[in-house]
C-alpha cells in the first residue's frame, strides 16, 4: 500500500493519479474538511486522523504501507519529521512531494522574514490591521501578540465549522474573519483588500499553486506592504517536486528497488 500524506492540492491529485493507474494507495489527512476534498476529488481510500507518536507506527503497519509520500504542506513540518522518523525506524521508502517555490518580485513593499516570530513583528510594525493568510493552525500565537501590540487581524481561513468556532474562540472578530477554500484569484484579493484596508499582508512562501502571486500582484497594485514568512528547511531523504518525478520514482522501487518488486496491499 501506498500512503499519501495528502494535505495539499499535489496530495489530492497524487492520490488519484494513483488510484487511476491501480495502485494501492491510502491518503490520510488531520481534518474533516480535508477528508471531504479528498472524497469529492473521487479518492475512495481516506485515513482521517492526526497521526502522531505510536500512531505512527500502528498506522503503516495496520495498512501495511510499503511507500510514504509525503506531499503536506511546506510548513507542516512537525508532521514531515515524524513521518520520516516512522519510515527510517520501520524501513518504509519516504519521498517528499512539494511544489517548487515562486519567484519573489524584487520590490520595496516586499519583505522576506525567516521563521514566524519574525514575520509576525514585522508585519505588526507596519500598522494597525494585517491580512492574515497563514491559515488557523498558528492563530494562537499571532492573536497573542496582536493582543500585545493591539494590531487589528483580519484572518482567512479554510471554511471548516471546527477552524471558525477556533477562531471565534481565539476572539476574531466575526467582521474580520473569511471562510473560504483558496487559491484566490488577483480580484478576488483585490476586493477584499480594498474593503478591509489592511495595513499590511501576512502571507507564506506557498508557491505557485498556493496563489502566491495572486496575493502579491494586488496588495503592491495597491500600495500595501506584504510579509512573506520563508519556507522552514528540512533534509529530506528524496525530494521531488511534480507528480511525474513521483510516478517514475515509485516504478523505480515497485520494479524492485527494496521492495522485491511489489507493493504490499
Same mark, same amino acid.
Given at each position: 500500500?501506498? /500512503?499519501? =500524506?495528502?494535505?495539499?492540492?499535489?496530495?489530492? &491529485?497524487?492520490?488519484?493519479?494513483? %488510484?487511476?493507474?491501480? +495502485?494501492?494507495?491510502?491518503?490520510?489527512?488531520?481534518?474533516?474538511? *480535508?477528508?471531504?476534498?479528498?472524497?469529492?476529488? !473521487?479518492?475512495? &481510500?481516506? $485515513?482521517?486522523?492526526?497521526?502522531?507518536?505510536?500512531?505512527?507506527?500502528?498506522? /503503516?503497519?495496520?495498512?501495511?504501507?510499503?511507500?510514504?509520500?509525503?506531499?503536506?504542506?511546506? +510548513?507542516?513540518?512537525?508532521?514531515?519529521?515524524?513521518?520520516?522518523?516512522?519510515?527510517?525506524?520501520?524501513?518504509?521508502? +519516504?519521498?517528499?512531494?512539494?511544489?517548487?517555490?515562486? %519567484? =519573489?518580485?524584487?520590490?520595496? #513593499?516586499?519583505?522576506?522574514?525567516? *521563521?514566524?516570530?519574525?514575520?509576525?513583528?514585522?508585519?505588526?510594525?507596519?500598522?494597525?490591521?494585517?491580512?492574515?493568510? #497563514? *491559515?488557523?493552525?498558528? /492563530?494562537?500565537? $499571532?492573536?497573542?501578540?496582536? *493582543?500585545?501590540?493591539?494590531?487589528?487581524?483580519?484572518?482567512?481561513?479554510?471554511?471548516?465549522?471546527?477552524?471558525?468556532?477556533?477562531?471565534?474562540?481565539?476572539?476574531?472578530?466575526?467582521?474580520?474573519?473569511?471562510?473560504? %477554500?483558496?487559491?484566490?484569484?488577483?480580484?478576488?484579493?483585490?476586493?477584499?483588500?480594498?474593503?478591509?484596508?489592511?495595513?499590511?499582508?501576512?502571507?507564506?512562501?506557498? !508557491?505557485?499553486?498556493?496563489? #502566491?502571486?495572486?496575493?502579491?500582484?494586488?496588495?503592491?497594485? =495597491?500600495? $500595501?506592504?506584504?510579509?512573506?514568512?520563508?519556507?522552514?528547511? =528540512?533534509?529530506?531523504?528524496?525530494?521531488?517536486?511534480?507528480?511525474?518525478?513521483?510516478?517514475?520514482?515509485?516504478?523505480?522501487?515497485? !520494479?524492485?528497488? !527494496? #521492495?522485491?518488486?511489489? $507493493?504490499?496491499?
Amino acid at each position: 500500500m501506498i /500512503l499519501v =500524506l495528502a494535505g495539499t492540492t499535489e496530495g489530492r &491529485q497524487l492520490a488519484l493519479e494513483l %488510484q487511476k493507474r491501480g +495502485y494501492p494507495v491510502v491518503a490520510s489527512v488531520a481534518t474533516d474538511y *480535508g477528508a471531504s476534498l479528498l472524497y469529492r476529488a !473521487g479518492v475512495k &481510500q481516506v $485515513i482521517r486522523a492526526r497521526l502522531t507518536g505510536t500512531l505512527w507506527n500502528e498506522t /503503516l503497519s495496520a495498512h501495511r504501507v510499503s511507500v510514504v509520500v509525503d506531499a503536506t504542506h511546506p +510548513y507542516a513540518v512537525e508532521v514531515s519529521k515524524q513521518a520520516m522518523e516512522a519510515c527510517s525506524g520501520m524501513n518504509i521508502p +519516504y519521498i517528499r512531494l512539494e511544489r517548487p517555490p515562486a %519567484q =519573489l518580485p524584487g520590490h520595496q #513593499l516586499v519583505h522576506k522574514a525567516a *521563521g514566524l516570530p519574525r514575520a509576525v513583528d514585522l508585519a505588526f510594525a507596519m500598522g494597525e490591521t494585517c491580512f492574515c493568510t #497563514l *491559515g488557523s493552525k498558528h /492563530l494562537e500565537y $499571532i492573536m497573542e501578540k496582536a *493582543g500585545e501590540r493591539r494590531v487589528r487581524v483580519v484572518a482567512r481561513v479554510l471554511p471548516d465549522p471546527q477552524i471558525v468556532a477556533k477562531c471565534i474562540d481565539l476572539g476574531i472578530e466575526k467582521s474580520n474573519l473569511i471562510a473560504m %477554500q483558496g487559491p484566490a484569484s488577483r480580484e478576488i484579493n483585490r476586493a477584499l483588500y480594498k474593503f478591509y484596508r489592511p495595513s499590511v499582508v501576512l502571507t507564506k512562501e506557498s !508557491g505557485v499553486n498556493g496563489g #502566491l502571486e495572486e496575493k502579491i500582484a494586488p496588495a503592491l497594485e =495597491l500600495q $500595501i506592504p506584504v510579509v512573506v514568512w520563508q519556507r522552514p528547511k =528540512l533534509d529530506y531523504p528524496v525530494k521531488l517536486s511534480s507528480i511525474e518525478e513521483v510516478l517514475t520514482r515509485l516504478h523505480g522501487i515497485i !520494479g524492485g528497488n !527494496g #521492495l522485491n518488486g511489489t $507493493i504490499r496491499e
